[in-house]
């Protein structure tokens, strides 16, 4: 916990950082000149197994990097996430600790809260999933008409399932268990019928996640599943299964199904997809083992950020780059732009991660921040996102983007070279392409034609699409979320902005049951605004 009355905005490192922001605006520091310097490349990277980070085209300089890191050191942020991996009460509004890096710790390993070694209940419940998922895949548990399970259904919403779903979609090519992956989060009914259309409900599982066992939409959603199996002839308790947290209303009761699986209060949402949030729908669907390997490329990365000093931590390098772009350069939103289409799903996860996290306007000590913390988080795959929204990242309003490479691609090429080179070699040459002119810019007489340059961007590069390498990469984003809390002073791990809509949907929902029991009801005593929109609902087409 930082000292009382903290505030890393108000350190004589902050006001050095804010000087040298404006000395940075100097024509000498523009991009297109820094780039051309020297050993840049090697000055401004950093590698770590087959992770490589490269900022050579970020607006910094060999200053920027010494402050940042001085900055880094004011605010502790290495104790800070020691205290974190070592079970310390961290999430200081909620008083519990912030384990997510426990839930791939070595087995045996000892992680303490209060003197309970919580490791001894994550192994069991990774030998639970081990279980399961091999009795899934043998055939030994099976739907209520004797079929075996061939789609898997997950219920739940926002850290429920995001992070699964990005994780899915990388691992795709590694999925060969022959079990289809669906994720019905929205409670818009939509969501629920278009599953309908893609399931045989014979051959279903449906995965209840939900720590409480209380969301609103998770619960909707899980009703409507069990009323259309019941409706085609099954047994719903035979095709559902729930993670949540002991002792919930889905923890071995009548809703429970097949099994249950605990989620645990020191893990929070978005950092639960190497927990049995995304154990257990992630083993069925790549199998128990390419899980594992999974987690042991989050758990390889979460030793590099503990242990590596600052100028080659790379989750840290590149927090204290975010920070100085959003706080004393002044962008406020970012893209992840990956140059590999099973990274589709990887921008949602971080806007979760990201967003939901660091978006904060007071200090663990309620202080109100003095700057911004956090940026809005979007993205696409390249090239797709070359023709969606690169003519603003050119000559718009610029941001930093993250370009992520993958050099050898999942799925070997033929010898097709509709333009003399390969379509990986196409995406290489637009991700290498993309990146140079961002930063240097063109001069052109013809304004329509002028690139101001001076954008800039990081590029990661992973050797392969591995399940280790897609856990590295979980890690990484993970990491580089908190240790800007941390710089911050900012609590990550609570996310009371999401309460109030909530309360207030709980007000309307009283309303909605009232007119659903009584027709004569009216909505005569609310605001007009609001009364508008429930007319609406029930008339069926506004007017």
């Known amino acids: 916990?930082?000292?009382?009355?903290?505030?890393?905005?108000?350190?004589?490192?902050?006001?050095?950082?804010?000087?040298?922001?404006?000395?940075?605006?100097?024509?000498?520091?523009?991009?297109?000149?820094?780039?051309?310097?020297?050993?840049?490349?090697?000055?401004?990277?950093?590698?770590?197994?087959?992770?490589?980070?490269d900022y050579s085209r970020q607006r910094v300089t060999e200053k920027t990097m010494d402050l940042l890191f001085e900055l880094a050191e004011t605010a502790k942020v290495h104790r800070k996430y020691r205290d974190m991996v070592e079970g310390k009460k961290v999430n200081v509004t909620e008083n519990r600790a912030a384990l997510h890096t426990a839930a791939r710790s070595f087995p045996g390993q000892s992680v303490c809260i209060d003197g309970d070694n919580v490791m001894d209940k994550i192994d069991a419940v990774r030998h639970q999933m081990r279980a399961f998922s091999q009795k899934i895949h043998s055939g030994a548990i099976r739907g209520s008409t004797g079929k075996v399970f061939r789609h898997l259904v997950v219920i739940g919403i926002g850290g429920s399932y995001l992070g699964t779903e990005f994780v899915g979609n990388a691992l795709f090519a590694f999925?060969?268990?022959?079990?289809?992956?669906?994720?019905?989060?929205?409670?818009?009914?939509?969501?629920?019928?278009?599953?309908?259309?893609k399931i045989d409900p014979a051959s279903t599982l449906c995965l209840v996640i939900s720590k409480s066992f209380t969301t609103?939409?998770?619960?909707?959603?899980?009703?409507?599943?069990?009323?259309?199996?019941?409706?085609?002839?099954?047994?719903?308790?035979k095709h559902f299964a729930t993670v949540t947290s002991k002792g919930s209303p889905g923890d071995n009761g009548p809703l429970s199904g097949i099994e249950t699986f605990h989620m645990f209060d020191f893990i929070g949402g978005r950092f639960s997809v190497t927990s049995a949030v995304g154990g257990v729908p992630l083993s069925l669907y790549l199998g128990y083992e390419r899980f594992d390997r999974f987690l042991e490329g989050a758990r390889e990365l979460d030793i590099h950020t503990k242990y590596?000093?600052?100028?080659?931590?790379?989750p840290l390098v590149s927090a204290l780059i975010g920070i100085w772009n959003n706080n004393f350069l002044g962008y406020q939103s970012q893209a992840i732009i990956p140059y590999a289409s099973p990274l589709s799903k990887l921008a949602p996860h971080i806007q979760q991660l990201n967003m939901e996290s660091n978006g904060k306007s007071v200090t663990i000590n309620n202080y109100e921040l003095d700057d911004s913390s956090g940026v809005i988080?979007?993205?696409?795959?390249?090239?797709?996102?070359?023709?969606?929204?690169?003519?603003?990242?050119?000559?718009?309003?610029?941001?930093?983007?993250?370009?992520?490479?993958?050099?050898?691609?999942?799925?070997?090429e033929g010898s097709c070279r509709p333009h003399g080179v390969s379509n990986h070699q196409e995406l290489w040459a637009n991700l290498i392409s993309q990146a140079t002119a961002l930063a240097v810019g063109k001069d052109d007489n013809k304004k329509t034609h002028f690139f101001q340059g001076n954008r800039p961007s990081s590029t990661l590069l992973l050797n392969d699409l591995s399940p280790v390498n897609v856990g590295r990469l979980l890690s990484y984003y993970e990491a580089q979320t908190v240790y800007k809390a941390f710089i911050w002073d900012i609590n990550p791990f609570d996310q009371f902005g999401v309460e109030l809509g909530k309360t207030i949907a709980d007000d309307l929902r009283r309303e909605i049951v009232a007119k659903n029991k009584n027709e004569s009801y009216n909505f005569n005593h609310m605001d007009e605004i609001t009364q508008f929109y429930l007319d609406t609902l029930f008339s069926g087409r506004f007017s």
């Not at 609103?216 to 719903?236: H, S």
């Not at 993205?379 to 370009?403: R, V």
Request: hydrophobic content about 35%; aromatic content about 12%.
């Open 216 to 237: 609103v939409e998770t619960m909707a959603n899980a009703k409507q599943m069990m009323a259309y199996m019941t409706a085609c002839g099954l047994d719903p308790m």
């Open 308 to 314: 590596a000093p600052s100028p080659e931590n790379i």
């Open 1 to 53: 916990m930082a000292e009382k009355g903290f505030r890393i905005s108000r350190t004589p490192v902050w006001k050095k950082l804010k000087e040298h922001a404006e000395e940075m605006k100097r024509p000498e520091y523009h991009l297109k000149h820094l780039i051309q310097e020297k050993h840049r490349l090697d000055k401004f990277s950093l590698k770590h197994v087959d992770f490589f980070y």
């Open 377 to 412: 988080i979007f993205g696409e795959p390249g090239t797709n996102a070359q023709h969606s929204f690169f003519q603003l990242a050119h000559q718009g309003h610029p941001f930093p983007i993250d370009f992520i490479g993958v050099v050898t691609p999942q799925y070997p």
């Open 175 to 197: 999925a060969d268990k022959g079990i289809e992956l669906h994720f019905l989060s929205n409670v818009d009914s939509h969501n629920f019928e278009t599953i309908k259309t």
